[in-house]
């Protein structure tokens, strides 16, 4: 049975999570460059180690979280993730914070992730019916577009008044809160009676799965190329925005939540569009759509092309929600609830797994070619990941 107060706090621990760790995506690699004067092989280091969880555990995750009840997984991955965090403060009060415990912080961070992300997807259908998935998928979008756009604000904001190591006490208090509403659900859950299986057969029946269905693969192929993209990203954007063209802490936020602004408008109208449209014409459109207004942010620099990032960034982020959420909805709606774990797994490991190869990539070279090069080389390789989609026109034509 549906309990609305159900779906209000998941979409409050949702947000309230997304904040703080927006907070983290500005403050943890400021961490590194201001505090521990990290450079472009550090910092793609640090990158890689929060994403290396979804290529090593991503496949047994899912496993586990089909074989438990995800909530407790839930609490638990945001208890954990919490308590990495507010290790990097306490170190740095003692003064004995460096790369390599940032590294560690990172890693712990990114297997909770894995768990976190696997489980909440799986469990939006225990708390929804299906034919409202675009409806609470969007909410929820709404609620961690409402959080991204405050949230680099606000992690900027804290870096300048408390320094890089100390704004990371806002993510550990989110996490801490997050837990506590996510407690209170008390939607039901059936987790699955395969537990004689071997794990490696059960892995291999969602990527299967996946693998047998085109749209999911093609979403999957051009994930896994978004996620080289935003790897690379994660270094071309500190070191070229804030060390190359000289952007303060704030306005480093500032330009980081654009995307958000684009974001949250397309989360508000995705159910409506996918209802009006149909879902592949959905999915096609928008991945066209995401591609074209992504290209042109190459263009940023210093002065009035600053502006080119947060104009296309918010544009490119509108119609990429909406193309986010109505693959999420027919990957929810597809799938038997016995396999939803496996398959959200195995869709996370085909798409996050890769995102370690950018970090790395980019680190390289920024090191090489220097910051812009990354950076272009990341913003471009966002909006051609979608050609995966693109190229595929028969997707226009998927009605399940």
Not at 91 to 107: C, E, F, I, K, S
Not at 125 to 139: H, S, T, W
Not at 256 to 273: I, P
Not at 358 to 382: D, Q, R, S, T
């Amino acid at each position: 049975m549906e309990r609305p107060g159900d779906l209000w706090r998941f979409a409050g621990a949702n947000g309230i999570t997304q904040l703080g760790t927006q907070v983290t995506i500005v403050a943890l690699p400021l961490t590194a460059v201001l505090t521990l004067d990290a450079g472009a092989i550090e910092l793609g280091l640090l990158s890689a180690a929060q994403m290396v969880a979804f290529l090593l555990i991503g496949l047994p995750a899912g496993v586990w979280v089909d074989r438990m009840r995800r909530r407790p997984i839930l609490v638990w991955a945001d208890l954990i993730r919490g308590a990495a965090l507010l290790t990097v403060p306490l170190a740095a009060w003692l003064d004995g914070l460096t790369l390599p415990h940032l590294y560690a912080v990172a890693l712990v961070l990114g297997v909770g992730t894995v768990f976190f992300d696997v489980a909440q997807m799986s469990f939006v259908p225990a708390i929804v019916p299906k034919e409202r998935l675009e409806r609470a998928n969007g909410r929820l979008e709404v609620t961690r577009h409402v959080s991204v756009l405050a949230g680099p604000d606000v992690g900027g904001w804290l870096v300048t008044a408390l320094t890089a190591p100390f704004a990371l006490l806002a993510d550990a208090g989110a996490y801490l809160v997050s837990a506590h509403l996510l407690s209170g659900i008390r939607a039901e859950e059936t987790p699955s009676r395969e537990r004689t299986r071997r794990l490696r057969s059960e892995m291999a029946e969602g990527v299967a799965f996946v693998v047998k269905d085109p749209v999911l693969l093609r979403v999957a192929i051009g994930g896994a190329l978004t996620r080289v993209a935003l790897g690379a990203c994660a270094v071309g954007y500190p070191l070229y925005l804030v060390a190359e063209l000289g952007v303060d802490a704030t306005t480093y936020g500032l330009l980081l939540s654009a995307s958000a602004v684009g974001a949250l408008a397309g989360a508000t109208v995705a159910a409506r569009v996918t209802a009006r449209l149909g879902i592949g014409p959905t999915l096609y459109g928008s991945a066209l759509l995401t591609m074209v207004l992504c290209l042109p942010a190459v263009a940023t620099g210093p002065g009035w092309r600053l502006l080119a990032f947060p104009v296309f960034s918010a544009l490119a982020g509108g119609a990429g929600v909406v193309f986010n959420i109505a693959q999420l909805s027919h990957r929810q709606r597809i799938t038997p609830e016995r396999l939803l774990g496996r398959v959200n797994a195995s869709m996370r490991f085909l798409m996050w797994g890769a995102m370690p190869v950018g970090g790395l990539a980019g680190g390289a070279l920024g090191e090489w070619l220097g910051g812009y090069a990354v950076f272009a080389a990341g913003v471009a390789g966002l909006g051609l990941s979608y050609l995966a989609v693109v190229l595929a026109p028969r997707i226009a034509r998927t009605t399940t």
